[in-house]
């Protein structure tokens, strides 16, 4: 029997239109979906463009690693630097040779000329000093840290990772040698990149999962068209508007809020069409025409639907309040999803529901079972409301149990495939290097002035073993530790072995010198005895001058008498000779030739006369220069007493100093020894000559800023460096740091830290931080949308009571599969994204099942409940199930952390379509009775209800 509800005139005008123009409504949205994505650049081809940075920048850990960027490579002139460092790595089946290091040198080079996607390079390896701690010990690894430009996550730090790889893949390696980009930010861009790659599989996916269902649910794909006309038609052309927006810089976009708002359309667009149907069905298996149907229907659930998509969109646009991009940039895209898609629901889908039922079709078929079924479960609920809710309860703390043993994971790494070039590089590492080498934390000091200096140097070697000596940190690599060890010259075993060096040389000089010393007293003894034999030798000589000075004067007396004489003859026989030279035949006369032979004699005495007066005076000056001589013997005696005083006492001192050097020697070589043996890098000290040496020279550029006011040192730890433990340990790196600067020439030293370490520790307080202020806003904006939908503040706090119950009871059974059963805990970003998604959602049954309490509350509040668990029922079960299966789709997802958050969603949806809208919340709604509707008037509502 049909029977009319309203009278035409009664009836909304919109809703009139959409019946009248249902077929231009229809059209118009095609239409609308056609232009835009002509028109619209794709979504994801946007969101790679317009992707947003994975931490805020003002993140301390982004801080640092663009502190590194600005002054180690290019970024300070191409506007900063960024926290995006990889690590470009050679991996050979066999030693690396020269041709390996050609080619790395050769693929730095063209890396590093790119300034547009390159920062910087620390090439360690071909440096002959450095080379040692830049490869492995099996000599089969080799790798330089790159910094590229455009912080993690963002469309340039994927440009820059993807440019990079590629110039790779451009350079062939030699035989038997594998290059890959690895290291943190690799991890991230490769996460990313991850799921836009599953992007179109997991639409696809979630669009034929809800198809199947809901053919399966109605048996007809004619009536199944009322709600996947609607989603599809809100996810075409809220994709189409998000890009636009994007595009124009009107909201900030991400890979992930992408993902997470194809999602929500498909789920909550199907939700709006199953609530339509339901309704317009409702009606007709109650006798109304198709016609009053489809306004009964509208008339009753548009309103829900409205209150539904607020309370998604509240919850989303919540997001936006967050810090983290993950979050914040998903809120508005998602919002205006979920606008879109109400726009849908409230127009092409009515419009579709139209058009279907002036033809026949979207009729009820064969649902009497289930509605027996939940009359069943509605009469138990209200004859036994005490034991149901018990035990619902109890089941709900029993899936709430596991979150006691709640571990988040970090972990970015396992967050995405293993086989992702990343991980790939990683494998790589972890086959010949130390653990974590590829991810490492970077710590930078930068100060007012130079540090490249001794004083300086021992402050950074104090901070430097303060952060080594932190448990859980293998090694820390720095200007004091070049080669990630104590350096030689600055230890104290080897400026001791240096000292104790110059001492046993010492030693040794004081034995020769005292062997010296015995050597010069028996010399002076033996010079003492010469000049005693000189003393009698000048005392016998001055006798036999004195008496050869006087026989030279009286032969040169006797000389200058017998002179005289012979002048006289030589005058006398002057003519003679004369005459005999002149005779010509003199020359043959032997006679005459003899007799003047002996004539010429006289002409040489005076030659003898000279000689003679010289001999004399020759013999004065001897004799008297003998006695000063001699007067200076006692001189000479006197010095060589003086020096036997000198050097007896002199001889005694050296004797004694002797045993206390090598005494000092014997210690110093015990401390060095025990040092060496015990902490040999616990002391340093660089003295200024030491700077020049070719280590510590080599590492110079690397670690200190080209002022020297800024230095990094490279931190590794000794646990998987994406981990918990990590963490812990970066967070004990800064106080050790600050602490260990204290009241050296360093103190007031700015000290940071970046890295996975130091990331994670952002993205943890972050999420802490973001998780409290989406609790607040979506709990906040619900209730309120909750409260003036039901005008009922215990029903509204009802509502939020047990959407925290289903949120928690997922999470519970999400972290027993997950990191019980499957052995991978749940990622951080899980708990707020599945709590935004629960506390809209699950809102959404529970406002369902208590707007249309209120309605049949007329009939009394134990029949009300019945009527109003039957007419929902089935409704709020297809709706659960089916939005549940949607989000169990994200597991097709390459990203392990969507899949989860998928897990929890569909597994919180569940517990609250079976439990809580089944179970819970009738319950509780009978044990308050009246109260349940506080503060609304009890009589008012009931002669409302009763009249209408």
């Not at 509780?924 to 009249?947: Q, Y």
């Amino acid at each position: 029997m049909t029977t009319t509800a309203d009278a035409p005139a009664a009836r909304p005008r919109f809703a009139r239109f959409l019946y009248r123009f249902s077929a231009p409504v229809i059209g118009a949205w095609l239409l609308l979906i056609v232009v835009l994505n002509l028109a619209v650049p794709q979504l994801e081809s946007v969101v790679i463009r317009k992707a947003q940075s994975f931490l805020p920048d003002s993140a301390s850990s982004v801080q640092a690693l663009t502190k590194m960027g600005t002054y180690f490579g290019s970024g300070e002139r191409n506007g900063g630097g960024s926290n995006n460092f990889v690590y470009l790595l050679l991996e050979g089946q066999d030693r690396l040779g020269s041709d390996a290091k050609v080619y790395y040198q050769n693929v730095l080079q063209k890396l590093t000329s790119d300034t547009t996607h390159v920062s910087s390079a620390m090439d360690l390896w071909s440096d002959p000093d450095l080379a040692p701690v830049a490869e492995s010990n099996d000599g089969k690894v080799a790798y330089a840290l790159v910094n590229l430009h455009g912080n993690m996550g963002t469309a340039l730090a994927m440009e820059s990772t993807r440019v990079a790889r590629e110039t790779i893949a451009a350079t062939s390696p030699p035989p038997g040698v594998q290059v890959h980009l690895t290291g943190p930010s690799a991890v991230v861009n490769d996460e990313m990149i991850a799921i836009a790659d599953s992007m179109f599989l997991l639409v696809a996916l979630s669009a034929l999962l809800v198809t199947v269902i809901l053919l399966i649910v109605y048996r007809s794909p004619i009536t199944a068209a009322v709600p996947l006309l609607t989603v599809g038609a809100g996810l075409a052309v809220a994709r189409s508007t998000i890009a636009v927006l994007a595009e124009l810089n009107l909201l900030d976009v991400s890979i992930f809020a992408a993902a997470l708002s194809a999602v929500v359309v498909l789920g909550a667009g199907t939700n709006y069409g199953i609530f339509l149907l339901g309704r317009y069905q409702e009606n007709r298996r109650k006798g109304l025409s198709p016609e009053d149907s489809y306004y009964a229907a509208l008339a009753g659930v548009q309103h829900i639907i409205i209150a539904s998509a607020l309370t998604v969109a509240g919850a989303m646009a919540c997001l936006t309040a967050t810090r983290l991009s993950m979050f914040s940039t998903a809120g508005l895209p998602c919002t205006i999803a979920i606008i879109v898609t109400l726009v849908a629901a409230l127009t092409l889908g009515p419009a579709v529901l139209a058009l279907l039922s002036r033809r026949g079709y979207a009729e009820p078929r064969g649902d009497e079972k289930s509605l027996r079924r939940w009359h069943r479960i509605g009469t138990s609920v209200v004859r036994w409301p005490v034991p149901v809710l018990a035990a619902s309860l109890a089941v709900l703390a029993v899936a709430i149990a596991p979150l006691a043993f709640y571990a988040p994971s970090y972990n970015e790494r396992k967050a995405q495939p293993s086989d992702s070039p990343a991980n790939l590089g990683f494998t790589a590492a972890d086959r010949h290097l130390a653990p974590n080498v590829m991810a490492p934390s970077v710590l930078i000091v930068e100060s007012d002035h130079d540090m490249r200096n001794p004083a300086d140097l021992i402050a950074l070697a104090k901070m430097t073993d303060s952060v080594a000596s932190i448990r859980g940190i293998d090694a820390v690599q720095g200007i004091t530790r070049p080669l990630a060890r104590p350096l030689d010259q600055g230890t104290l075993t080897n400026q001791i072995g240096y000292i104790g060096n110059r001492f046993t040389q010492m030693t040794t000089l004081l034995k020769h010198r005292i062997a010296d010393l015995d050597s010069i007293s028996t010399s002076l003894d033996e010079l003492n005895t010469a000049v005693d034999g000189l003393a009698d030798a000048l005392a016998q000589g001055n006798a036999g001058a004195a008496q050869l000075a006087s026989a030279s004067q009286r032969l040169s007396t006797t000389t200058d008498t017998t002179m005289r004489k012979v002048d006289g003859l030589s005058r006398s026989i002057a003519p003679t000779r004369k005459a005999l030279g002149a005779t010509p035949q003199c020359r043959q006369n032997r006679d005459c030739r003899q007799a003047l032979a002996g004539l010429s004699a006289l002409d040489d005495l005076p030659a003898l006369r000279s000689a003679i007066a010289e001999l004399s005076a020759g013999a004065g000056s001897v004799s008297r220069a003998l006695p000063t001589a001699s007067q200076q013997i006692p001189v000479l005696r006197s010095a060589l007493g003086q020096a036997r005083a000198v050097i007896k006492p002199l001889k005694g001192t050296l004797s004694a100093l002797l045993p206390q050097t090598t005494e000092i020697t014997d210690f110093i070589d015990e401390v060095s020894k025990s040092f060496a043996a015990g902490s040999p890098g616990s002391f340093f000290f660089l003295p200024s000559q030491a700077l020049e040496s070719p280590l510590f020279k080599s590492g110079m550029p690397y670690f200190f800023s080209a002022d020297g006011k800024v230095t990094r040192m490279v931190v590794t730890p000794e646990v998987e460096g994406f981990s918990r433990e990590a963490m812990d340990i970066s967070a004990e790196v800064i106080p050790a740091a600050t602490s260990s600067l204290k009241g050296t020439s360093l103190a007031g030293s700015t000290v940071s830290i970046g890295g996975p370490g130091g990331t994670l520790l952002n993205i943890e307080s972050f999420a802490h931080e973001d998780f409290i202020a989406i609790v607040v806003a979506a709990f906040a904006f619900v209730f309120c949308v909750v409260l003036l939908l039901l005008r009922s503040l215990v029903a509204a706090i009802a509502v939020i009571g047990t959407v925290t119950l289903s949120y928690l009871a997922a999470m519970g059974v999400s972290v027993a599969v997950w990191q019980g059963l499957l052995g991978h805990p749940l990622h951080w970003s899980v708990t707020p994204i599945a709590f935004s998604f629960l506390v809209a959602v699950g809102a959404d049954y529970n406002m369902l099942l208590v707007s249309r309490f209120r309605e049949e509350y007329g009939g009394g509040g134990g029949t009300g409940l019945i009527r109003a668990m039957v007419g929902t029922g089935s409704v709020v079960t297809t709706a659960g199930i089916t939005f549940g299966v949607t989000m169990l789709a994200m597991l097709a997802s390459d990203a392990r952390n969507v899949g989860q958050i998928g897990t929890t969603v569909a597994l919180g949806l569940l517990i609250d379509t079976l439990i809580i809208r089944s179970l819970v919340m009738p319950a509780v709604a009978r044990l308050c009775g009246r109260w349940f509707w506080w503060p609304t008037k009890f009589f008012t509502m009931e002669s409302r209800t009763s009249n209408g």
